[in-house]
């Protein structure tokens, strides 16, 4: 019987079948490569190799093509059926994925991992801030990742993907130096991960060593093409490096080439919130405004997010504040407040709040911003994102506390961080 690369039996009689999908699998769990190829050539294979339609699914869901994603979930369901059982709840997990059922699919994907740990595929969509813990608006979700992932350890040993996974939830969850070692064994194995790479990345960043981070990606990131789904974010990465740098005329010419809703094919979630978190924190950090591409900024995400989702809704006023644009600004605010009254927003209110925040922050009111955000700090983690990207929050309350000549607050706020380092691109802070 054939295996996959995880040591696991696949209903397909086809070696090349078989090998197609393992170079699928590889190419989403490294980010990296052309999964949608690899899996025509595995369905030309075997047009009834039921764990190929799955993972087409998981390959139409992340470019978000839903409509896709469900018919290739479905396909692949109904050829499981004389599979083994193992394959019929791996296509059920993306059944549920694909159906807006992604509650249900987190608990049959922790059941399904504790009879089939290594089955890496389906364990994917919970791990990393964009996954279905991180996306699921708890408190807690930190600590949920690291222990969905300890317990299977000892089962994946020393695989790449594995380390890469955990080692992001360790960095999360404040073991950043832990998380380091076992991202870079990754990277020694597979040195081309996109994901890994990325990992790396948030490891260098909350140890303060952006001079490392940003050599690191001008070496990496020229040898990664543009399609692939971390481009856009990867370089926000080396954006975000040369701010905490101070190298800001590096910054827009990389992020208009690489980053800009006219120049990114990344995912629209990365393009957006990327896009306005950098432009928001460059301001912080004293650039001039560019109404330009703020203005680009908020039309894309009146094309793509006309209504509130999960981390968008954290972000989705700032262009309508940059531009000063109060009718765009009021139809966002009660489009959150509609979105929380009917249950869609994992974090609840924290956005509107947010966007109270951000809005207090705009018009000069640095109490304003304090008053708000003091309280709502440790709700902050519900938005679902890094502590990187989360740090556009942290940054706009240092700003207020700086502006309102409240240094002793400041400084404060950055050493209760035990456990990362204690630098941010605000002017007049010093520590």
Not at 23 to 49: I, K, M, Q, T, Y
Not at 67 to 79: I, V, Y
Not at 226 to 233: F, G, P, R, T, V
């Amino acid at each position: 019987m054939l295996e996959d690369r995880y040591g696991l039996v696949v209903s397909t009689k086809s070696g090349a079948a078989r090998d197609a999908y393992v170079e699928a699998v590889d190419a989403v769990l490294s980010a990296n490569g052309d999964a949608g190829a690899e899996l025509d050539r595995a369905l030309a294979a075997d047009p009834e190799f039921a764990l190929a339609h799955a993972a087409y699914a998981r390959v139409h869901q992340l470019d978000g093509r839903m409509a896709e994603a469900r018919a290739s979930a479905e396909r692949g369901a109904h050829l499981a059926v004389g599979a083994t059982e193992r394959e019929r709840s791996h296509t059920q997990v993306f059944a549920l994925l694909t159906s807006g059922q992604g509650a249900a699919g987190l608990e049959l994907i922790r059941a399904h991992v504790r009879d089939y740990p290594r089955d890496a595929f389906t364990l994917a969509p919970a791990c990393s801030v964009f996954g279905l813990i991180g996306f699921g608006g708890r408190l807690e979700r930190e600590a949920e990742q690291v222990a969905l992932l300890e317990p299977l350890a000892p089962a994946y040993g020393d695989d790449w993907w594995f380390l890469t996974v955990y080692a992001f939830a360790l960095i999360e969850a404040g073991e950043w130096k832990r998380g380091r070692a076992m991202v870079e064994r990754a990277l020694e194995q597979v040195p081309r991960s996109a994901h890994s790479a990325h990992v790396r990345a948030h490891a260098l960043y909350e140890a303060g060593e952006d001079r490392v981070l940003a050599d690191y990606l001008s070496d990496w990131l020229p040898g990664y093409a543009a399609i692939n789904k971390l481009s856009c974010h990867l370089w926000w990465h080396m954006c975000l490096a040369r701010l905490m740098l101070g190298e800001q005329d590096a910054i827009f010419d990389v992020y208009d080439a690489h980053c800009s809703p006219s120049a990114s094919s990344s995912p629209a979630i990365n393009v957006f919130t990327d896009g306005a978190s950098l432009l928001w924190r460059a301001e912080l950090a004293g650039m001039p405004r560019s109404h330009q591409r703020w203005r680009a900024l908020q039309e894309f995400r009146e094309a793509k997010f006309a209504q509130p989702m999960v981390f968008v809704d954290a972000h989705g006023a700032l262009p309508a504040l940059a531009l000063g644009d109060n009718d765009a600004l009021d139809a966002w605010h009660e489009a959150l407040t509609q979105a929380h009254a009917d249950g869609k927003l994992p974090a609840g209110t924290v956005p509107v709040q947010l966007l109270n925040a951000f809005g207090a922050h705009a018009r000069g009111d640095w109490a304003g911003v304090a008053q708000t955000l003091e309280p709502l700090m440790p709700q902050v983690v519900r938005i679902g994102g890094s502590r990187a990207q989360r740090d556009l929050v942290q940054n706009t309350l240092l700003s207020a506390y700086i502006n309102d000549g409240r240094m002793g607050a400041a400084r404060a706020l950055l050493r209760d961080q035990h456990d990362r380092a204690q630098t941010v691109p605000i002017p007049g802070l010093q520590l």
